[in-house]
C-alpha cells in the first residue's frame, strides 16, 4: 500500500511552477509598487482568533475549519484565511503607531471543503491589508492595483468587478432586522441551510446559490438602498472614483461575502472562465474589526485571491517550459569527470549559471538529457578537451560550436542570463 496526499490537497509539480513563480513575482512587484511591504503570519493561530475575527456564526467556522488539540491541551487551528492573523499582529505589535500600515502575505490557507476543480482543502492566497485609511480612496486604488495584477498577468478577459455596500454598526442593525422579518415570511421557500441560518446569518442568505433562495433574494430588501448618509457618501464617493479611473464594475446589491468582519465596501472579481469556482478575488472594508478584536478602532481594508484558480487561468494562456537551465555540464571519462566538478565549482563561484549531468554515461545519452532539460548551451569536457585544457561549448538552438579555453568560461558565460 503506498501513501498518498490526504483528499483535497495536492502536490504542485516542478512543471507547474512557472506560472506559480509568474505568479508570485507579479504580485510582489505590483503590491510594492503600490506601498505594501510582505508580512508572514503563523500557518496557526489560537482557534479563537478565528472564532473571534471570522466570526463564529460563518460556514468558515463553523463547518469548514481544521481544529486540533495540541499536546499541551490548546485548542488551535490551520489558517483557513489570512486578515485575522494580520489584524492580530498588528494589535500585538502595537502598530497603530507607524500608520498608514499596508501588508501584503501569500501561502497556504486551509479549509475542509467537498473538493473540486478550484476548491482544494489546502490552497493558496495572497492578499493585501491596509489600516488607517478611511476614505473610499483606499478602497478604490486597491481594486485598480488587483485589475493591474489580471492585467499584466494577461487574465483580466472575462473578469467582472462587482461592488457592494454592507453600511457599518448604525445601518446595518436595522437592516437586518428588516431583511430577518422579510425572509422569516418567506422561509417555507428557503433551502434547509439557509432555513437554519436564518436566525443567526440572515445576511448570508442573500447570496445561497438555491435557485429559491435566489428568487427571494432578488425580491429582498437591499442594503444599498437602507445605508446612513456616512455609508451612502463612502459608497457613492467610490464608484465616482472608480468612473473617474475608467474601471468597470457593476454593484451587486445580493453579494454579501462570507465572512462576518466587512463593513461599508464589499467587492469581488469574478470570471466566467472556470465554471462553478468562480470567484478568484474578493475583499471589502472592515473598519471595526481592529477594535473588536481589542485594538485601538482603526479602519482597514483588505482583500484575497485563490492562487490556485489564478494558475487555472495562467495555465490556460502559456505554454512555457519550467526551470529552464542556461548552461549544462558534460563530462566524458573519469579523469574530465573530476576534472569537470572542480571548474562547475570555480565557474559558478564566478558567475555561470551551471547544471552538471548527475547521471554520466555517454556523451550521446548526456546530451539527450541536456535537450531534456531545455539547456541553451551544452559544455563539454572529454578527453581532448581535458589535455587542451578547454571546453567545447555547443549552441542548443543553432548547433554552432566553438572551444573555449578554461579561463575564458567565466568571461564568455558569466554575462550569459
Ligand atoms: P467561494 O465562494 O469560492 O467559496 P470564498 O468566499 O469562500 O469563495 P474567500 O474566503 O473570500 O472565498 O477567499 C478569497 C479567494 O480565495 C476566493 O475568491 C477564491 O479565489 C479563493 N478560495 C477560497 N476558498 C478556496 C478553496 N477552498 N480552494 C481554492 N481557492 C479558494
Ligand atoms: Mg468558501
New binding site residues.
Given amino acids: 500500500m503506498t501513501i498518498t496526499t490526504v483528499r483535497g490537497v495536492r502536490d504542485i509539480l516542478p512543471e507547474e511552477m512557472v506560472v506559480w513563480h509568474a505568479l508570485e513575482q507579479s504580485a510582489r512587484q505590483i503590491f510594492t509598487a503600490y506601498g505594501y511591504r510582505e508580512i508572514r503570519t503563523p500557518l496557526f493561530e489560537k482557534t479563537e482568533l478565528f472564532a473571534r475575527a471570522v466570526g463564529a456564526t460563518s460556514?468558515?467556522v463553523e463547518k469548514e475549519m481544521y481544529t486540533f488539540s495540541d499536546r499541551g491541551g490548546d485548542s488551535l487551528s490551520l489558517r483557513?484565511?489570512g486578515t485575522a492573523s494580520v489584524v492580530r499582529s498588528f494589535i500585538e505589535n502595537n502598530l497603530h503607531r507607524s500608520l498608514p500600515w499596508a501588508v501584503y502575505y501569500m501561502g497556504p490557507?486551509f479549509?475542509y471543503?467537498r473538493p473540486q476543480k478550484?476548491?482544494?482543502?489546502q490552497?493558496?492566497?495572497m492578499?493585501c491589508e491596509l489600516f488607517g485609511a478611511e476614505g473610499p480612496l483606499a478602497d478604490a486604488e486597491m481594486m485598480a492595483m488587483i485589475l493591474r495584477l489580471l492585467r499584466t498577468l494577461q487574465i483580466d478577459d472575462s473578469l467582472t468587478l462587482e461592488i457592494n455596500s454592507l453600511g457599518c454598526g448604525t445601518c446595518r442593525a436595522p437592516y437586518r432586522e428588516g431583511l430577518f422579518a422579510f425572509l422569516q415570511a418567506r422561509q417555507e421557500q428557503l433551502c434547509d441551510n439557509c432555513r437554519q441560518r436564518l436566525q443567526r446569518n440572515p445576511l448570508r442568505i442573500l447570496d445561497c446559490k438555491n435557485e429559491g433562495c435566489r428568487a427571494i433574494a432578488r425580491q429582498a430588501p437591499a442594503m444599498k438602498d437602507a445605508l446612513c448618509v456616512g455609508c451612502a457618501d463612502h459608497f457613492s464617493g467610490l464608484q465616482a472614483l472608480l468612473d473617474g479611473m475608467g474601471l468597470p464594475y457593476t454593484v451587486n446589491p445580493l453579494m454579501v461575502?462570507?465572512?462576518d468582519y466587512y463593513t461599508r465596501t464589499a467587492f469581488?472579481?469574478t470570471t466566467t472562465a472556470l465554471g462553478a469556482?468562480?470567484?478568484?478575488?474578493?475583499?471589502g472594508r472592515y473598519d471595526g474589526l481592529v477594535a473588536e478584536m481589542g485594538g485601538q478602532a482603526v479602519p482597514a481594508i483588505g482583500?484575497?485571491?485563490?492562487?490556485?484558480?489564478?494558475a487555472l487561468l495562467l495555465e490556460g494562456k502559456r505554454a512555457g517550459k519550467s526551470g529552464q537551465v542556461g548552461n549544462y555540464l558534460v563530462a566524458v571519462g573519469d579523469a574530465a569527470t573530476r576534472q569537470a566538478l572542480l571548474l562547475a565549482e570555480e565557474w559558478r563561484a564566478a558567475g555561470v549559471p551551471l547544471q552538471m549531468d548527475w547521471l554520466g554515461g555517454s556523451l550521446k545519452a548526456q546530451l539527450r538529457r541536456a535537450d531534456r532539460a531545455a539547456a541553451s548551451q551544452v559544455l563539454i569536457l572529454a578527453e581532448r578537451e581535458l589535455a587542451e585544457r578547454a571546453v567545447l561549448v555547443k549552441d542548443m538552438r543553432d548547433g554552432g560550436q566553438r572551444l573555449l579555453p578554461w579561463e575564458e568560461v567565466a568571461a564568455v558565460l558569466g554575462a550569459l542570463r
Avoid at 277 to 283: E, K
Fill in positions: 460556514d468558515i483557513p484565511e490557507m479549509r471543503e478550484g476548491r482544494y482543502r490552497f493558496h492566497q492578499g461575502r462570507g465572512l469581488e472579481v469556482q468562480n470567484a478568484v478575488a474578493a475583499g482583500f484575497a485571491m485563490g492562487m490556485e484558480r489564478l
